[in-house]
C-alpha cells in the first residue's frame, strides 16, 4: 500500500496546534491595503484556527497530522 501524501499547498497554509485545532492564516492582508481601514487591518493580523465546517478537508489534505 503506497503512502498517504501531504497536499503541498496545505503543508504552506496551515500547522497542526499540539492541542489538535489547525492554525491558519488571515486572507485580505496582502495588498490592496490602502482602501482597508485601520481597524480592518490590525483585525486581521495574527492567525486564526480553521473553522470546523472545514476540518474534514483540511484533515484530508494533512492525512499525517
Same mark, same amino acid.
Given at each position: 500500500? %503506497?503512502?498517504?501524501?501531504?497536499?503541498? =499547498?496545505?503543508?504552506?497554509? #496551515? @500547522?497542526? @496546534? %499540539?492541542?489538535? +485545532? $489547525?492554525?491558519? =492564516? !488571515?486572507? #485580505?492582508? @496582502?495588498?490592496? *491595503? +490602502?482602501?482597508? +481601514? +485601520?481597524?480592518?487591518?490590525? !483585525? *486581521?493580523?495574527?492567525?486564526?484556527? $480553521?473553522? &470546523?465546517?472545514?476540518?474534514?478537508?483540511?484533515?484530508?489534505? *494533512? %492525512?499525517? &497530522?
Amino acid at each position: 500500500m %503506497p503512502k498517504m501524501k501531504t497536499k503541498s =499547498g496545505a503543508k504552506k497554509r #496551515f @500547522r497542526v @496546534r %499540539p492541542g489538535g +485545532t $489547525v492554525k491558519r =492564516g !488571515q486572507a #485580505f492582508k @496582502r495588498h490592496i *491595503l +490602502t482602501k482597508k +481601514t +485601520t481597524k480592518n487591518k490590525r !483585525q *486581521l493580523r495574527g492567525a486564526v484556527g $480553521v473553522n &470546523a465546517d472545514n476540518m474534514v478537508s483540511v484533515s484530508r489534505m *494533512l %492525512p499525517n &497530522a
